[in-house]
């Protein structure tokens, strides 16, 4: 089976830390993704990257970066964490007919 | 705006019941994809459906697609207590396959 690994499940960080999600991915994927996902507002785009090195920002890209060194890993970087960020964050690889998602890592910014 | 919006938002029935929740999706679309969340946890790639096919089964979930509509419906039959879960639809919206979700369905499953 795929799979796909989020580092933590829970993470509680302070405001103006430098937060690192790691994400890795045994089936060489080339597309990974970030999401957040929000009580009523859903699963939001964060970063996509197609191959290593390559990104492109989704729908909601400020106060994150990414980072993919390696075609198995896909980071999501917190510059700055602030209390709006605390949400559950998703990290997905695609295969042909879908996604491969990894168990999420809950992150509440105090 | 959300490409999927599922309807209802949420479903309670009892195991043994049926359930079916419905998806409609605004533009034009090759595939839709369910998936199921857990609580908590991440979401889990049940079925897709191609924009050529009216209807797929997969073990107890049937899924519709009716294009002329830009509709799909989700069946899932005699259901059970682990069938208790959100369920959300996805459509791809540009050629890397990126995917659209809708807001999901909340269901659960009462013994």
């Known amino acids: 089976d795929v799979k796909v690994t989020q580092s933590s499940r829970y993470l509680v960080k302070r405001t103006g830390e430098k937060v690192f999600l790691e994400c890795v991915q045994d089936m060489d994927h080339e597309n990974m993704f970030w999401y957040r996902q929000d009580p009523g507002l859903g699963l939001r785009l964060i970063y996509f990257s197609y191959d290593v090195k390559m990104k492109e920002k989704g729908d909601i890209p400020e106060g994150y970066s990414v980072s993919r060194e390696k075609k198995e890993r896909f980071s999501l970087i917190l510059e700055s964490a602030s209390t709006n960020q605390t949400s559950m964050y998703l990290c997905?690889?695609?295969?042909?007919?879908?996604?491969?998602f990894g168990s999420g890592t809950r992150l509440t910014v105090v | 705006s959300q490409q999927g919006e599922e309807d209802p938002q949420a479903l309670s029935i009892q195991e043994g019941e049926n359930a079916t929740m419905n998806c409609s999706y605004k533009?034009?679309?090759?595939?839709l994809q369910w998936y199921r969340q857990n609580s908590g946890r991440g979401l889990v790639h049940l079925i897709l459906i191609r924009s050529n096919e009216r209807e797929k089964h997969s073990g107890r979930l049937r899924v519709t697609l009716d294009t002329s509509k830009k509709s799909s419906s989700l069946l899932i039959t005699a259901s059970r207590a682990a069938d208790t879960a959100s369920y959300f639809c996805?459509?791809?919206?540009?050629?890397?396959?990126?995917?659209?979700f809708g807001a999901g369905t909340q269901v659960v499953v009462t013994p």
């Open positions: 996805a459509t791809p919206y540009d050629s890397w396959g990126k995917l659209q």
């Open positions: 533009t034009s679309i090759n595939n």
């Open positions: 997905a690889s695609s295969f042909k007919d879908g996604y491969t």
